[in-house]
């Protein structure tokens, strides 16, 4: 920076996608609102501004770190309003200048200025790199036409001036914001006619790659026509030679499934058009392979595939109280259910929606009621699902298009009468891609879910027969339009006394054979389960007891392994050990009154 360089202070509007270069007019348009406080404060004709330009990358608001440090000064030319408080202006670029400070922010920008002189260089260097650039850009024009040839007279006329040769390079070609510049930043002569040079070499190895490409691609067309009229040469000769084609076969195939399954007229129909397409397409088309996996699906889906439901309350109760303790309440509501669905089998019900929190067997609930009545089972995790094609399926224009998880399930499941578990319900999401708690309304709606459209298969599809149960930790945070439609039963935490008998009854059985202790099991005293209940877990479900039980188990599996004790006692005293120091402080009941 030069102590003698001439300074000024002028206002400050900042660039960060448009370069303005001296001796050039250009068009901004202007919508910050510091921006366009600048303008209507500078009204008046030729108004002077100084353009920074922001740097690459740079984020956060306007500072001297983030501009660049050379701009330009320019001159207001026209100014037209725009809705949207904008304005499009119509500026001049006059010279580069350096900057030096911000002297203002509010109510916009101001910056310190100083003039700087450029240094021309090696006059014969400068000539020689303004020669390349025309030989570059005479080569440019003739590997593409795009660029105008308007502008190589200009160039010409402008040679004994490399600095403004330069500028008209930077201002002319297709160039980002970045390579722009390289040329605005580029002070001196010398080194901006030869950022001009690297530029213009850089644009036509651009062209040549694209050329390229361009060539390849039309080499791979005629290719494929060539392959196209061979193949068809391949299938007049096979079809002489008694040969079966392969098109021929699915499509007889998938025709006679469709037969045996007699659907509905207008799921035929479609089924029927997509096998007349199949027959009529080269096994070799990337279509073909779409449509097959298509009809493929179609054909999974359990078309008419009903289990037979055995509702006997006894055994329900059986198996209700064989998987889970106490919950009496839930299991009578359950046990209500079902007996509905016993006496009236086309009993449109409710939608039973198990509520919750975590650990206290709601999805296992669903699963035992499935097990008792015989259907098959299906978990379905809307948790985080924020597409609503997760539900209703993508569109097959798609790339990878698939169904949607309802009829996906049913697939898995294997019969139209499943029991569908939609677990998480109250974690299910919307964004710009649909509301997914909007198409699952449909789903569960029994009034029009017998007719239910999967956006992939794009026919309709009888849900009717299918027992839907959903999950949800907070009901506060599942949709009201979807919560209307849910009968909800609340699953409160077990007491200390449930706890304890889960875990004798399920828990350790199930933690001693998953860790191989079963044969020669420790003993866990109720005092030790108690402990690590009251200690070691502070939850509504029993997932942390039976983390903690699974922690012993893997202690004691090493001990028994390193030749310690093979069946210790786990009690009040040994559950440290086990376990390390206590997590939570356990509250008693204060029988008398406190002082105060």
């Known amino acids: 920076m030069s102590d003698d360089a001439a300074r000024s202070t002028l206002p400050l509007l900042p660039l960060q996608s448009t370069v303005v270069f001296p001796q050039r007019v250009s068009t901004v348009q202007v919508g910050a609102e510091q921006n366009v406080m600048l303008l209507a404060e500078h009204a008046e004709p030729d108004a002077l501004v100084v353009l920074g330009f922001r740097r690459p990358g740079a984020t956060g608001p306007t500072q001297l770190e983030t501009l660049c440090e050379v701009a330009v000064v320019g001159r207001v030319l026209d100014r037209l309003k725009l809705p949207g408080n904008c304005q499009r202006i119509t500026i001049q670029g006059l010279h580069r200048v350096r900057l030096v400070a911000l002297t203002q922010e509010q109510p916009y920008h101001q910056a310190e200025i100083e003039d700087v002189s450029p240094q021309t260089g090696d006059a014969f260097k400068v000539n020689v790199q303004v020669q390349k650039?025309?030989?570059?850009?005479?080569?440019?024009?003739?590997?593409?036409?795009?660029?105008?040839?308007?502008?190589?007279?200009?160039?010409?006329?402008?040679v004994d001036d490399p600095g403004r040769f330069a500028d008209l390079i930077g201002g002319s070609l297709e160039l980002e914001y970045a390579e722009r510049l390289q040329i605005i930043e580029a002070v001196d002569i010398d080194a901006r006619v030869e950022a001009a040079v690297e530029l213009l070499k850089a644009e036509l190895d651009r062209v040549k790659v694209?050329?390229?490409?361009?060539?390849?691609?039309?080499?791979?067309?005629?290719?494929?026509?060539?392959?196209?009229?061979?193949?068809?040469?391949?299938?007049?000769?096979?079809?002489?030679?008694?040969?079966?084609?392969?098109?021929?076969?699915?499509?007889?195939?998938?025709?006679?499934?469709?037969?045996?399954?007699?659907?509905?007229?207008?799921?035929?129909?479609?089924a029927e058009r997509e096998i007349e397409r199949l027959r009529h397409i080269q096994p070799s088309s990337s279509e073909y392979q779409v449509i097959?996996?298509?009809?493929?699906?179609?054909?999974?889906?359990?078309?008419?595939?009903?289990?037979?439901?055995?509702?006997?309350?006894?055994?329900?109760r059986e198996t209700l109280d064989a998987g889970h303790f106490g919950l009496s309440k839930v299991k009578e509501r359950i046990l209500e259910f079902l007996a509905v669905r016993k006496l009236n089998p086309g009993?449109?019900?409710?939608?039973?929606?198990?509520?919750?929190?975590?650990?206290?067997?709601?999805?296992?609930?669903?699963?035992?009621?499935?097990?008792?009545?015989?259907?098959?089972?299906?978990?379905?995790?809307?948790?985080?699902?924020?597409?609503?094609?997760?539900?209703?399926?993508?569109?097959?224009?798609?790339?990878?298009?698939?169904?949607?998880?309802?009829?996906?399930?049913?697939t898995r499941a294997g019969c139209m009468n499943p029991l569908l578990m939609l677990d998480e319900i109250d974690k299910i999401g919307s964004d710009h891609r649909g509301d997914p708690a909007s198409a699952l309304l449909e789903v569960l709606d029994p009034e029009q879910n017998n007719s239910f459209t999967d956006h992939y298969f794009n026919v309709p599809f009888d849900l009717s027969k299918v027992l839907f149960v959903c999950t949800a930790n907070y009901l506060h945070d599942i949709p009201r339009p979807l919560?209307?439609?849910l009968e909800v039963i609340s699953i409160e935490g077990y007491t200390e006394n449930e706890k304890l008998q889960i875990g004798r009854r399920h828990l350790i059985p199930k933690t001693l054979k998953e860790h191989g202790l079963a044969d020669e099991p420790p003993t866990f005293t109720d005092e030790g389960v108690l402990e690590v209940i009251r200690y070691w877990t502070r939850e509504a479900g029993v997932r942390n007891l039976q983390r903690s039980l699974a922690k012993i188990c893997r202690k004691v599996a090493r001990e028994r392994v390193e030749g310690g004790t093979s069946a210790p006692e786990i009690g009040p005293a040994a559950a440290p050990r086990y376990l390390g120091p206590q997590r939570f402080v356990h509250d008693e009941g204060v029988d008398a009154d406190a002082v105060g």
């Open 292 to 316: 097959k996996t298509y009809l493929d699906r179609f054909f999974a889906l359990p078309w008419g595939k009903e289990n037979e439901e055995h509702i006997d309350l006894g055994r329900v």
């Open 483 to 485: 919560l209307d439609r």
């Open 133 to 158: 650039c025309l030989n570059l850009y005479e080569r440019l024009l003739g590997a593409e036409r795009d660029h105008p040839k308007e502008l190589q007279q200009i160039l010409k006329t402008n």
């Open 347 to 410: 009993h449109k019900g409710p939608i039973l929606c198990f509520a919750g929190p975590p650990g206290v067997g709601k999805t296992s609930l669903g699963q035992a009621i499935a097990e008792a009545i015989g259907r098959g089972f299906f978990r379905i995790s809307v948790g985080g699902v924020r597409d609503e094609a997760e539900i209703r399926g993508h569109r097959r224009t798609y790339v990878g298009a698939l169904p949607g998880k309802i009829l996906n399930g049913l």
């Open 210 to 270: 694209a050329q390229e490409v361009e060539k390849k691609a039309k080499g791979d067309i005629e290719e494929s026509r060539r392959e196209y009229y061979l193949r068809q040469q391949m299938r007049t000769i096979r079809k002489q030679l008694g040969d079966e084609d392969l098109s021929q076969k699915d499509s007889d195939g998938y025709a006679e499934q469709l037969q045996a399954l007699g659907l509905d007229e207008a799921v035929s129909r479609e």
